[in-house]
């Protein structure tokens, strides 16, 4: 390489040089997959996504991610490759830039999670109950409770796949709440049948 060219190639960007760009969640999680300093897919990133993300915040849509990894890519947050396949298509692989590390770890430094914001659409049915029999009310709660059994398995699949990996600590971490979360959330739905039973046998 000449000196030139030595001297024109760009510097990694630190924390303090880095910009936040204004860019929605679903960005700054998309962005977030990457550095785990793993060059992914876009089918790779809604894997990962359905993975974790859906347990404590959501899952995008396949569109949505390459909609957001082609604007990070704009901004120089993420860069692309193309490696060959046996088909005709190549496939694209993203990876973090320096530049998109140090915006995410400023990002993550100098904001505050925003809210939570629950909707709970057994609980907007429970609330209604009373237009409802209680049989009904009955049947939606051990609905939700079968869907809850299915996202149980699925979390602890998570949890276990990712305590293999010392570099997923903190994803493991995020993982066993989410496993703990459902748990709970199970048990509420037990004293919620029992508080229906009650309700039911004083006939309101």
Do not use: C
Request: proline content about 5%.
């Amino acid at each position: 390489m000449t000196a030139a060219r030595a001297s024109a190639a760009p510097a990694p960007a630190s924390a303090d040089e880095a910009t936040r760009p204004a860019i929605p969640a679903t960005a700054w999680a998309v962005l977030g997959l990457l550095s785990f300093d793993r060059e992914l897919s876009g089918y790779d990133i809604k894997q990962w996504a359905d993975a974790i993300l859906r347990f404590f915040y959501w899952s995008p849509a396949t569109s949505q991610i390459y909609a957001e990894l082609r604007r990070l890519e704009e901004l120089g947050l993420v860069q692309s490759r193309v490696v060959a396949r046996d088909d005709v298509r190549g496939k694209r692989l993203y990876a973090i830039t320096p530049t998109g590390r140090a915006a995410l770890e400023r990002w993550q430094l100098e904001t505050d999670a925003e809210p939570t914001v629950l909707k709970n659409g057994l609980m907007l049915r429970l609330w209604l109950g009373h237009l409802a029999p209680p049989e009904r009310l009955r049947e939606q709660v051990l609905t939700h409770q079968a869907q809850l059994r299915d996202e149980l398995e699925a979390a602890r699949h998570s949890e276990q796949t990712s305590a293999a990996d010392d570099a997923w600590a903190y994803p493991s971490l995020v993982a066993r709440w989410s496993r703990r979360r459902i748990e709970g959330e199970l048990a509420l739905a037990d004293e919620m049948l029992a508080d229906l039973d009650r309700l039911a046998e004083r006939g309101t």
